[in-house]
């Protein structure tokens, strides 16, 4: 029976929520012909390690602005075939003046271990007059046999969201981690799968045996990089063998005020 996993990767939300978003980069609306009307926002640089057979449910953002999406429309996720998409739908419907935000859910699953890198996954949303399309962003994607991770680290807790990009794109971050086994453990390296575009800082921490404790890093991301979904892995060592496990998911955005919104309306 296969085994599953849930990530959750949530990111309309804070994307468009006027209490909390006060300023921001502008959105890079295409104005190309098919995508006057639709806007699928796709601009993400993620990094993740998961289980083999584990879910990811992926939430991309689509502001509708001239009413093109109804209960006719169909969604499709192209370019992906290193396992399987499922679950594709348009929900949290959410009606302002000029414009209607859509969350477009769907779930990713790899069925074998490996590196992948993915950049061509894209979204495809037909209405009964037009079709829309955007790349999703780029994916570094580490999956891992379950027997390979180990149960002697285990993440209880931790950051989860930062939701402001600052001017020299540097963050703070933390897990709450703990030691399961009865002997020491060094944690050397909180690990991304890609050094292009993101970095991790990381002073080592020797874990006590059952100890649970806080232990902070640095995520450092590219100036190109807008958005980004990182699920790091844990590289330590017990009784001088390496073992490895997998962290939380992190979400860093770059929020897009409803501001920035009617700009694009307004010049539209």
């Known amino acids: ?37 639709v806007y699928i926002y796709g601009k993400w640089d993620n990094d993740i ?14 502001y509708d602005f001239n009413h093109k999406i109804n209960d006719d429309t169909s969604i499709s996720i192209q370019n992906f075939d290193d396992g399987e998409i499922y679950n594709i739908e348009l929900n949290n419907k959410q009606e302002f003046p ?35 399309s955007a790349n999703l962003g780029n994916y570094s994607v580490t999956v891992y046999d379950e027997n390979s991770v180990s149960d002697d680290i285990e993440v209880v807790g931790g950051i989860s969201l930062v939701e402001a990009i600052n001017e020299d794109n540097t963050y703070l971050l933390s897990y ?23 970095s991790i800082d990381f002073d080592s921490v020797n874990l006590c045996p059952n100890e649970e404790r806080d232990i902070d890093f640095t995520l450092t991301l590219d100036k190109s990089v807008s958005n980004s979904i990182i699920k790091p892995s844990i590289i330590g060592k017990s009784n001088g063998k390496t073992i490895e496990t997998l962290g939380t998911s992190i979400l860093v955005v770059d929020p897009v005020s409803i501001e920035k919104l009617y700009e694009l309306i307004n010049t539209n």
């Open 1 to 37: 029976m296969k085994k599953s996993y849930k990530i959750f990767l949530t990111i309309i939300s804070v994307l468009l929520l006027p209490g909390l978003i006060t300023g921001c980069k502008k959105l890079d609306y295409n104005r190309d012909k098919n995508n006057s009307n």
């Open 49 to 62: 390690s998961v289980l083999k057979n584990e879910d990811i449910i992926i939430q991309i953002p689509i």
């Open 98 to 132: 000029e414009f209607t935000s859509y969350t477009l859910q769907f779930n990713m699953l790899f069925n074998s271990t490996g590196r992948f890198k993915l950049d061509d996954i894209e979204a495809v949303i037909t209405t009964a007059s037009d079709t829309y």
């Open 176 to 198: 709450t981690v703990k030691n399961n086994s009865n002997n020491d453990i060094l944690l050397e390296k909180i690990n991304l799968n890609s050094s292009d575009k993101l």
